[in-house]
């Protein structure tokens, strides 16, 4: 199942993300992880938000650059260990992860890991193949991440 | 007449200090056989047809009027042959300007015409106070670029010593300069100004640690203040000097010990000052863009040629007692042609190459910087809206194809920033494309 990562170009200064998350907040988009990379007078802002096509839609017309990615949204154990199982899969069949970033689902439960690879069609297959669940983009909105509540 | 225990001695006294009268009833000879030389080109000659100019008909030095100015463009409309009055086989030697969008502007130089050539830069040189027996740094560099080898012949033909370090490799320089004992150099004056924090990084005092007494400064316009500034550094007598490849290079005008203006070598050129408006000519002593005719270059004579450089004469005679006029030091262009380390660059050239590159959006921004006496470019591109794919090593590539293009191009290796669409200033609309932000 593919999820869909909204990335955005921005320059490496103060007020870019703030303009981000601000138009995010009054259209109501909840983001659910968000990694950012950066060169020196430039980055990407790399997010998953419960809505993707609608924060598209507002961050576009704020005429800020984005761009809709297909990743791989996939549950991991949340354990020491977890995260190496899917790793040293990714590894063996020689796929290289591009990007990648985590957060929570239940905690010592399960956790996401969200990555974007070299080889997307492929490494769905091995991961079906492997008994490995990936969310798509509805099922990351409704997911429930991880919140204090629980304690 | 001295100066600072400097006797004025002449390279070519007769020349030099030849009344104006007579100078001039030279130029008048000398313009009617470069004219008639220069009908012999295809651009000349189809263009005096077309205005009716009868090449027989210069009684004064006013009917140079009468021939329309010659620009860059019509060099460049003619590459590369096109201007040229002699047979090819006749040529010795090529030289091309930097600067320019597409093909450069090549020159092309009979012996006779580098010859001449040579013997102004050596007047040059002479009037400086350069000697046989002094040790001549050239740190310019040597190629198409008319800075290096247009030295390096006057300044063989002085006697001096040559050594032809090229530009660049300050540590080196440095070294050359201790164990040959330079006494003159030729440099780009942003480069003697960070050349300076080198020899502090290295503990070299150039007062006292070299025996240089002169820097030639050019191939950049600078000011007074930058000039005075790397004669306190370097202990040394600093003069201005003035040229462009379309009239052969250095030695066009040279600043005597006065250091009050820059003769121009009047027996070679006619030197005109214009309103760049009106194109008519304006009085001694105000601003205007400076027009010279060659009048001994038989290979590619060029006529009334616009060099988009504003300067004034300035009025009266020099105590040196040449009779040859001054100019000012330029005060800058006509056009928006950029100096930056010495190279020649219009924005032009900058924004051609970036819109044949995929990902480069409709803006960019050029802009300068001085750092540590180190001058740097800065250009800021607009990133292609539908050309982001959300990836940073796509940015990163994109920023590293635009910045190995720029400098393939323009010799410099801008610092390339890569910029969202529409997050450049505009001003009333129109776009603002350089910022130059160097100070002295």
Same mark, same amino acid.
């Given at each position: ?56 839609? $507002? ?13 791989? $949204? ?78 | 007449m ?5 006797v004025t001695m002449y390279w070519e006294k007769e020349i030099e200090t030849m009344?104006? %009268? ?6 008048? /000879? ?29 009684? @004064? ?35 091309? @300007? ?24 050596a007047r040059s040189m002479y009037m400086t106070g ?25 300044? %063989? ?9 090229? @530009?660049?490799?300050? *540590? ?8 040959? %004992? ?41 000011? /007074?203040?930058? &000039? ?28 005597c010990q006065? *250091?009050?203006?820059?003769h121009?070598w ?5 030197? /005109? ?32 040629? &616009?060099?988009?450089?504003?300067? &004034? =004469? ?6 040196c007692g040449r009779t040859h006029? &001054? ?13 930056? *380390? ?9 924004? *051609? ?24 470019? =800065? ?6 809206? %539908? ?17 190995? /293009? ?20 505009? @001003? ?13």
């Amino acid at each position: 199942m593919t999820a869909y990562q909204l990335s955005i170009f921005a320059e490496n200064k103060p007020g870019r993300l703030a303009k981000v998350t601000r138009i995010l907040g009054k259209e109501n988009i909840n983001i659910r992880a968000i990694s950012i990379s950066s060169s020196d007078a430039f980055g990407v802002i790399n997010m998953l938000v419960d809505d993707p096509e609608r924060a598209q839609k $507002a961050l576009s017309k704020e005429g800020l650059t984005i761009n809709l990615k297909e990743v791989i $949204a996939v549950v991991i154990e949340d354990k020491p260990g977890g995260l190496d199982k899917l790793i040293q899969l990714l590894y063996d069949e020689n796929i290289n992860v591009e990007n990648a970033y985590g957060f929570v689902l239940e905690s010592w439960k399960k956790a996401v890991f969200v990555v974007d690879v070299d080889q997307h069609e492929r490494t769905e297959e091995i991961l079906k193949k492997n008994g490995l669940e990936t969310l798509d983009a509805e099922a990351l909105s409704a997911a429930e991440p991880f919140h204090y509540m629980k304690y | 007449m001295s100066i600072g225990g400097f006797v004025t001695m002449y390279w070519e006294k007769e020349i030099e200090t030849m009344p104006r %009268e007579k100078l001039e009833a030279l130029q008048l /000879e000398r313009l009617r056989k470069s004219v008639k030389n220069a009908s012999a080109s295809y651009h000349y000659k189809n263009l005096f047809e077309k205005i009716g100019f009868d090449t027989e008909k210069i009684s @004064s030095l006013e009917d140079i009027k009468k021939i329309p100015f010659t620009n860059k463009e019509d060099l460049r409309e003619n590459w590369p042959y096109g201007f040229l009055a002699v047979s090819k086989d006749e040529l010795v030697r090529m030289h091309s @300007s930097s600067g320019t969008t597409g093909r450069a502007t090549i020159i092309f130089h009979t012996q006779h015409d580098i010859d001449e050539w040579t013997n102004i830069v050596a007047r040059s040189m002479y009037m400086t106070g350069m000697r046989r027996g002094d040790v001549f740094q050239n740190m310019m560099t040597y190629g198409l670029f008319t800075g290096g080898l247009g030295f390096h012949y006057g300044a %063989e033909k002085v006697g001096a010593l040559i050594i032809p370090a090229g @530009s660049g490799n300050s *540590k080196r320089q440095i070294q050359l300069m201790q164990d040959f %004992e330079t006494t003159a150099i030729h440099i780009i004056p942003s480069y003697a100004l960070h050349l300076s924090t080198i020899f502090e990084e290295l503990g070299v005092d150039p007062r006292k640690d070299t025996n240089l007494k002169i820097a030639f400064l050019g191939a950049e316009p600078h000011s /007074e203040k930058t &000039r005075q500034k790397i004669e306190d550094l370097y202990g040394v007598d600093a003069f201005n000097s003035y040229g462009l490849s379309e009239m052969n290079g250095p030695g066009v005008s040279f600043e005597c010990q006065y *250091k009050n203006g820059m003769h121009i070598w009047e027996d070679n050129y006619i030197v /005109e000052v214009i309103d760049p408006d009106t194109l008519e000519a304006v009085p001694d002593g105000e601003e205007g863009e400076l027009v010279l005719t060659t009048l001994l270059r038989e290979g590619m004579p060029i006529l009334r040629y &616009r060099t988009k450089d504003l300067t &004034r =004469i300035i009025p009266g005679p020099c105590e040196c007692g040449r009779t040859h006029r &001054r100019i000012e030091r330029i005060k800058g262009r006509t056009d928006d042609m950029l100096v930056l *380390k010495g190279v020649n660059i219009f924005p032009i050239q900058i924004e *051609k190459k970036l819109m044949d590159i995929e990902g480069v959006g409709t803006d960019y921004q050029i802009i300068l910087e001085r750092k540590d006496y180190n001058d740097h470019m =800065i250009v800021k591109v607009e990133v292609h809206k %539908e050309f982001f794919s959300g990836d940073l090593k796509q940015l990163e590539a994109l920023r590293r194809t635009i910045t190995e /293009e720029l400098k393939s191009d323009i010799l410099i290796t801008p610092r390339v920033e890569l910029v969202e669409p529409k997050a450049l200033p505009k @001003s009333e609309g129109k776009a603002v494309r350089v910022i130059d932000n160097r100070e002295d």
